[in-house]
């Protein structure tokens, strides 16, 4: 009994116990690193094991499907590869980034929860923590499924993993510490007003584009069954032919961006889809690719043309709109100066995604697929900064002639004028009975 107080006498006096949190913030991030691995590698098993069980699998021993489920787990990544008698694979689908992205973020949480980080700005060594092991992992990997079928790339294996371990697990340990509202309140008025109008513009990029998309492909529905009945793929290769689409949505909605902006993309060496016509060549029996019929096209009609063109800059009306309303009054000079701002930042954006929306796939014909990513970050940027410059500038000035900024300085300068004669000595109609002015 004496023991137990002396016990908890000293335990009271000497603070609480050792916690998990003692262990060091590296080995935090390296068990979560693995996990979020495994994890994601344990799906892609699974379902490479229902195809391999599904379809003929002669000479294609287990050994094989672990290294086709490693080699997708590096294309989840956006790891291209080579292979011997194609050329270089690089039109990935960015849809796989999804099941990686969201168990880094998981994983970023975790690190943050566990390593004891407790403030914002260390959130960023939590990241590094998570983000250098993972991309150790896949360079392992990337080393382990190279065969005389398939090499990935070990440069894009490394690179690509630890930009989206460090960008999604930054993003998850940040949520882990505060909600994004209160997030957003630590930044700068005008940074904060700079991101909500630059995520306003590419929100309806964003939505014009699968609109489009989705339009297009209703239009061409004849042709979507007639490949999916070329192709004849069975139960399960109707499921996994449904996940390979589904993976390819956000490339569509990029390339229907790009289309909206005006340069459009292509699908092939020496062609174009693009509001002002169209110029393809065969297409691969891939059911979503139904949607861009072959052969030489003209122009869409003109009051559709009209309509796709505008939407870039109706999305800079929109977020130039949202720029000024998250600021406070500007200056008249400088409002547009940063709704143009919001175009710099969208064009960054998009250049970036259809960047990586579009790739090779060998080296023939097919080696140019998606839109040019520079081209679409200059358009995005004149289009939407222009527009976004000038509602910026009028919304602007509206409100600074409303907030009565205006109308101070006007009864300042008439005060100003109407003391002069005071001072003078002249007796004003305040002036009282001694001649003092009141």
């Not at 090499?151 to 371990?165: D, E, G, I, R, Y």
């Not at 977020?319 to 998250?326: H, K």
């Amino acid at each position: 009994m004496t023991s137990s107080a002396t016990g908890t006498r000293q335990s009271s006096t000497t603070g609480p116990l050792p916690s998990r949190n003692d262990r060091p913030l590296a080995i935090t991030g390296a068990i979560a690193a693995c996990a979020a691995a495994g994890v994601g590698l344990v799906v892609l098993i699974m379902l490479v094991l229902a195809g391999w069980i599904a379809a003929p699998h002669a000479g294609v021993g287990l050994t094989g499907v672990l290294r086709t489920a490693g080699l997708l787990w590096l294309i989840g990544h956006h790891v291209g590869f080579a292979l011997p008698s194609a050329g270089r694979i690089g039109m990935l689908p960015l849809g796989l980034l999804l099941l990686p992205g969201t168990l880094l973020w998981r994983a970023g949480r975790w690190v943050v929860r566990t390593g004891g980080v407790a403030k914002l700005r260390h959130v960023g060594y939590a990241g590094l923590a998570l983000a250098v092991p993972y991309a150790m992992v896949a360079g392992a990997l990337a080393l382990a499924c190279g065969s005389a079928l398939a090499t990935p790339s070990l440069p894009q294996a490394v690179v690509c993993s630890f930009l989206l371990a460090l960008t999604a697990g930054v993003l998850g340990g940040a949520r882990a510490i505060a909600p994004w509202s209160r997030m957003a309140g630590l930044l700068p008025d005008r940074v904060r007003s700079l991101t909500v109008g630059t995520a306003g513009a590419l929100a309806v990029l964003v939505a014009a584009g699968g609109v489009l998309a989705g339009g297009s492909l209703i239009l061409h529905l004849g042709q979507f069954r007639a490949v999916y009945g070329t192709l004849a793929p069975g139960a399960v290769g109707t499921g996994l032919l449904l996940l390979a689409q589904l993976s390819y949505v956000p490339n569509a909605v990029i390339w229907a961006i790009s289309f909206t902006l005006g340069p459009g993309f292509a699908f092939g060496t020496s062609t174009v889809i693009a509001p002002t016509g169209s110029a393809l060549g065969p297409i691969p029996a891939f059911p979503m690719l139904a949607a861009l019929p072959p052969g030489v096209h003209a122009a869409a009609p003109p009051a559709l043309s009209v309509v796709v063109l505008a939407v870039p800059y109706l999305a800079g009306v929109f977020g130039g709109l949202l720029m000024t309303r998250a600021a406070p009054v500007l200056a008249l000079e400088v409002a547009p100066l940063w709704g143009f701002g919001c175009g710099l930042l969208a064009g960054t954006v998009l250049a970036v995604l259809a960047a990586f929306a579009g790739g090779p796939l060998g080296n023939g014909r097919l080696a140019a697929i998606g839109p040019s990513g520079w081209q679409v970050g200059v358009v995005t940027a004149l289009e939407v900064g222009v527009a976004a410059a000038v509602t910026a500038g009028v919304v602007n000035w509206l409100r600074f002639r409303s907030s009565g900024v205006g109308a101070d300085a006007e009864d300042q300068e008439a005060g100003r004028g109407d003391a002069i004669p005071a001072a003078a000595g002249g007796r004003g109609q305040d002036a009282g009975p001694d001649g003092h002015t009141i």
